[in-house]
């Protein structure tokens, strides 16, 4: 099946700085990626949509200032948290769509990337 | 707004049937997915159905969908202590993703 590699999967940063997270689709193009967060023990939550040489699409309550994703090639989407503080610290994972399969059929999930804010 | 539902934890004994339970709100979902989440890893896909099936079958995992009672449940066939994670049950409506909480299945020897 398709793939889709996160990276980091596991940082740990102080507080204020930026740390970016890196979605990738292996073996497939992907002109739409999806953000998602998860707290503990809490189901996923979508925080945007990545769009291939657009703007991103996020949901409502999401602060587009602090949580920067940039689409910048059809297998690679990344999100940056700036300034980030121990608020943040949280499970980050994306998922794309396997385009043929798209929209009738799946999405592919990372395997997430955990950000710990000192 | 969309709402999906599930029961917490579910703990059954190696060998035997588990049903996962997911009730959702949005009568215009496509599709219904069940993923799996171990310790500390991102999620993995189980299996899906469109919404105009009642039921799918692949290999252990059994979906049953009652699109009039809004019910997704996924049975796991001789449940192994593998199968311990959470599954979570989600509804996709447009591009539009909306997860359950999530239950705990616990596999005991």
């Known amino acids: 099946g398709a793939v889709v590699s996160q990276h980091p999967s596991w940082v740990i940063c102080k507080s204020g700085t930026s740390v970016k997270i890196e979605c990738r689709s292996l073996?497939?193009?992907?002109?739409?990626m999806f953000w998602y967060r998860q707290f503990p023990k809490q189901s996923l939550m979508l925080m945007a949509t990545s769009n291939e040489g657009s703007k991103a699409t996020y949901e409502q309550g999401v602060e587009k200032d602090k949580f920067l994703i940039n689409h910048a090639s059809l297998t690679l989407s990344t999100l940056t948290v700036t300034s980030a503080h121990p608020e943040d610290s949280s499970f980050y994972i994306c998922?794309?769509?396997?385009?043929?399969?798209?929209?009738?059929?799946?999405?592919?999930f990372g395997e997430g990337s955990r950000l710990t804010v000192l | 707004g969309e709402d999906v539902e599930q029961s917490l934890f579910l703990s059954v004994r190696e060998g035997d049937s588990s049903v996962i339970n997911c009730t959702y709100t949005?009568?215009?979902?496509?599709?219904l997915y069940w993923y799996k989440q171990e310790p500390g890893a991102g999620l993995q896909l189980l299996t899906y159905?469109?919404?105009?099936?009642d039921m799918k079958q692949d290999q252990r995992l059994t979906v049953l969908l009652n699109k009039k009672d809004k019910h997704l449940s996924l049975r796991i066939a001789d449940t192994q202590t593998g199968d311990s994670a959470i599954y979570f049950c989600a509804e996709r409506a447009g591009n539009m993703l909306t997860f359950g909480g999530g239950t705990r299945l616990m596999v005991k020897p």
């Open positions: 073996d497939f193009q992907a002109t739409t």
């Open positions: 159905i469109f919404s105009n099936m």
């Open positions: 949005d009568s215009s979902s496509t599709y």
């Open positions: 998922s794309a769509p396997l385009k043929e399969h798209y929209p009738t059929g799946e999405l592919f």
